[in-house]
């Protein structure tokens, strides 16, 4: 019997798999016939993570949107505000720019009273507003000066209103250049200001250019003719609102300034007092504040007073130069003895011509000057007005 016939013959013997079944084999060895492995086709798959990866992914998308509406949405915010707070401040400060015409206007007519009332207002709403600051100044000092002492009645304050112009306005502006023409320029000046209240766009740039013509010469007249430098500084800052000064204007409003500095060192500081009369007195010597004290005879008092304080304090040279300086602007016999004493003071030779020689006749002594107590203050020279020159034609700035 062969051997394969021998291994059909033997036992079979059962086995447990691992996957629970029971399986014959044969006894003795030999290989069991091969059988399909259905385990490893049956083993279950992960399931798959993409959906999640996607969920994730909208979530976050939906974030960001959600984020960037949100900024969009508080810039759009803040814009707004910033916006409306612009067009209020634009408004305010367009509403003082009107009440300021309208002061400027009172106080071209005379109003004080009202302009006042008008400048007050703006600085309690604008403290910074310099120019009426300046105005409501130049107004209390006008009113200060002109009022009278009357017994106050307490009484409800009125509402003050001007009183309308009907006329056309064609008619209010051929009024103010008849009065242009005519060098009345405070007439100019009230008509002007309303026909721009009747109606502001009635030939705005004409009308510009006729007001920074009336205030620039009215300033001019002012500070060179009557001695109002404080009003006639403040007509110039007007016409400057229209158009830049011209270079002639511009040199009377500097001495006004100066003029003014000179003032407040007066009997305070004559060494600042003589420095600055001295900026003014070689170009404008008439220019005064009103009381006929003219630049050029403060400048030579200003000047005698330092020099006496340079005297007292032993500074003799610097008093030479000083007399020097007053002598270069106004050559008078009266100041040659001083002048005199001072070079022998600064030379050292102050004893000169006590030394002279015995047998020299008694008459005819050299001898030193002696300087005076105070430097003598020559007389005035009669002033000379200046005009106000007129242009032919009204300039347009």
Not at 100 to 121: D, M, S, T, V
Not at 170 to 177: K, L, N, P
Not at 242 to 247: A, H, I, N, Y
Not at 340 to 369: H, I, M, R, Y
Request: with cysteine.
């Amino acid at each position: 019997m062969s051997e394969e016939t021998l291994n059909e013959t033997q036992p079979m013997q059962t086995s447990v798999s691992s996957a629970g079944e029971t399986m014959p084999t044969r006894v003795g060895g030999g290989n069991p016939p091969s059988e399909p492995d259905t385990n490893a086709s049956q083993t279950p798959k992960p399931a798959p993570k993409r959906r999640f990866r996607w969920i994730g992914i909208v979530l976050l998308a939906w974030l960001l949107l959600f984020g960037v509406a949100a900024l969009t949405g508080y810039w759009g915010y803040n814009e707004g505000i910033a916006e409306r707070v612009d067009i209020q401040a634009t408004d305010a400060v367009t509403k003082l720019d009107e009440q300021y015409n309208l002061a400027l206007e009172n106080y071209a007519k005379g109003e004080y009273e009202l302009a006042r009332q008008r400048l007050q207002f703006i600085i309690e709403q604008n403290p910074n507003y310099e120019k009426a600051i300046y105005l409501l100044g130049e107004t209390l000092a006008v009113m200060g000066a002109t009022a009278t002492p009357t017994a106050v009645i307490p009484t409800a304050t009125p509402t003050l209103t001007p009183t309308p112009d009907l006329r056309a306005v064609e008619e209010i502006f051929t009024s103010a250049r008849t009065a242009m023409e005519a060098q009345e320029w405070d007439t100019a000046i009230s008509t002007l200001l309303a026909l721009r209240q009747k109606d502001p766009a009635f030939h705005a740039a004409d009308v510009d250019s006729l007001l920074y013509v009336a205030f620039r010469y009215r300033g001019v007249f002012k500070i060179l003719n009557t001695g109002q430098l404080e009003s006639g500084l403040l007509d110039l800052s007007q016409a400057e609102l229209f158009g830049p000064l011209d270079v002639e204007a511009q040199n009377f409003g500097n001495s006004a300034k100066l003029f003014g500095i000179g003032v407040s060192f007066w009997e305070v500081d004559w060494a600042q007092a003589a420095y600055y009369f001295g900026q003014v007195a070689p170009y404008f010597p008439n220019m005064h504040n009103g009381d006929n004290w003219y630049a050029s005879d403060r400048f030579v008092e200003a000047m005698q007073h330092y020099i006496d304080q340079l005297v007292a304090a032993e500074n003799f040279c610097e008093a030479q130069i000083q007399m020097q300086a007053l002598r270069d602007f106004r050559d008078d016999s009266l100041f040659e003895p001083t002048q005199v004493w001072l070079d022998n003071q600064c030379s050292g030779n102050s004893n000169e011509g006590n030394n002279n020689d015995e047998d020299e006749e008694e008459s005819e002594p050299e001898a030193t000057p002696i300087p005076p107590e105070a430097t003598p203050i020559p007389e005035a020279t009669t002033p000379v007005v200046e005009s106000t020159p007129v242009p032919a034609e009204t300039p347009t700035p």
